[in-house]
T-cell receptor
């Protein structure tokens, strides 16, 4: 079936550097693409979303880019901090938000 | 405001036993979901509900049943637990149709031996 996946399972960055987490998706019909953060022992937490008719959306220290031509989604975290260490999931959903399809996740480790 | 609360947090079952996982949300959300999370496989949708009294199957519904008798509660049942159901289970809720922000509970770690 359709799925959302990730290029890299792990990513290590130095504190203060920028992080880029990538995601490939296959369902061209998805209306929204979402990033979630999951800290150890906790449930996923919403970070930011982007609608399929947009290319870029910015939040606080995060930017999501959507390239529909190559079906690629990325999450950029500026000035990565130790508190950013977590597993990041991309997800996609249709307009009715009834079924979020999650990718396998990327573990981000922030090095001191 | 507690958000989404799951009970219990941990449980060990013997093969063939049954149990019910409880999810409660206090945000008046219409949509509720049950996911399972296995290593390297992300979250997979088991069942979901779009309102009180309604339920629907997700990606991996076999071996599970659900009920949504009250808007704030969503129950996940395992009638005859199997080792393949060893996983971390997450409940989530969202407000309305098209809402991309789902709120997750802390998870229930279930081991079936």
């Amino acid at each position: 079936g359709e799925s959302v996946g990730l290029h890299l399972p792990t990513l290590s960055v130095q504190e203060g550097d920028n992080s880029i987490i990538n995601c490939a998706y296959s369902n061209s019909a998805s209306d929204y693409f979402i990033w979630y953060k999951q800290e150890s022992g906790k449930g996923p937490q919403f970070i930011i979303d982007i609608r399929s008719n947009m290319d870029k959306r910015q939040g606080q220290r995060v930017t999501v880019l959507l390239n529909k031509t190559v079906k690629h989604l990325s999450l950029q975290i500026a000035a990565t901090q130790p508190g950013d260490s977590a597993v990041y999931f991309c997800a996609e959903t249709g307009n009715y938000g009834q079924n979020f399809v999650f990718g396998p996740g990327t573990r981000l480790s922030v090095l001191p | 405001n507690a958000g989404v609360t799951q009970t219990p947090k941990f449980r060990v079952l013997k093969t063939g036993q049954s149990m019910t996982l409880l999810c409660a949300q206090d945000m008046n959300h219409e949509y509720m979901y049950w996911y399972r999370q296995d290593p390297g496989m992300g979250l997979r949708l088991i069942h979901y509900s779009v309102g009180e009294g309604t339920t629907a199957k997700g990606e991996v519904p076999d071996g599970y049943n659900v009920s949504r008798l009250k808007k704030q509660n969503f129950l996940l049942g395992l009638e005859s637990a199997a080792p393949s159901q060893t996983s971390v289970y997450f409940c989530a809720s969202s407000y309305v149709t098209g809402d991309t922000e789902a709120f997750f509970g802390q998870g229930t770690r279930l081991t079936v031996v």
